[in-house]
């Protein structure tokens, strides 16, 4: 029963590489973004705002192939990409991990957006009145006292992205070895005759991951609570 077998171990090792990777890059647009939305009044804020969270609104199959009109090998961009830089993301491993990161982006954002919220003005006021630059400010106080809250977005869209199926499929497809996640190959295998077993295996070690990573950003929010109540 326990038995993983060499190509579910490929597809556990890819969801990782994929996550991680998806969740580093978007970590620095996440905080940037929720400084943002935490920090500055701009005329079309509401609309920058929705547009982060409609990848959770929007049927994931409606994101992926967005992504494959757009950044596909002869798409909008990544017709361009591909024949000036030889980026190609369509049906490689780098479009699963730019899918899952589109995918996981707003339920990284939102944490870190509230905790910036929590961080007390005074603080960074005070920080300006002693001669600190904008980023200064930023990189010494803000950031700090909203690092709990990152961590917390981080795991949250690790988390998120780990699961991802619909937009992944759609734009990269199910390739073994090379775009076949834990669900892609899940759903490989529950199409397959004596496949139950090894799609059992894989859920399971899908929920270990995804629990885990819950339980990290829950205690990670924990932090920032007591964090603001000075605990």
């Known amino acids: 029963m326990f038995d993983i077998s ?3 171990w490929t597809a556990i090792l890819l969801s990782l590489r994929v996550a991680i990777i998806a969740t580093l890059v978007a970590t620095p647009f996440g905080v940037g973004l929720a400084w943002l939305l935490a920090r500055r009044h701009f005329w079309g804020k509401s609309v920058l705002d929705a547009a982060i969270h409609l990848p959770l609104v929007l049927p994931p199959v409606v994101t992926g192939y967005l992504l494959l009109l757009t950044l596909g090998r002869r798409g909008l961009v990544g017709e361009w990409l591909a024949d000036h830089l030889g980026i190609v993301f369509a049906f490689r491993w780098t479009g699963a991990a730019l899918a899952c990161g ?4 707003p339920l990284l954002v939102r944490p870190i ?6 961080v007390d003005r005074r603080l960074e006021q005070a920080a300006e009145t002693l001669g600190a630059a904008p980023w200064q400010v930023f990189a010494t106080v803000t950031l700090p006292l909203a690092l709990p809250g990152i961590l917390a977005g981080m795991v949250l869209g690790f988390a998120k992205a780990i699961g991802e199926f619909g937009a992944t499929i759609t734009f990269v497809s199910n390739i073994p070895g090379e775009t076949q996640t834990i669900s892609s190959a899940i759903y490989s295998l529950i199409q397959t005759p004596s496949g139950d077993a090894a799609a059992l295996r894989l859920v399971v070690v899908s929920i270990v991951i995804a629990m885990s990573a819950l339980m990290a950003s829950e205690w990670f929010a924990r932090r920032a609570t007591q964090r603001l109540h000075g605990n």
């Open 113 to 118: 957006r509230l905790s910036i919220e929590a």
């Open 102 to 105: 589109v995918m996981s982006f």
């Open 6 to 8: 060499q190509t579910e």
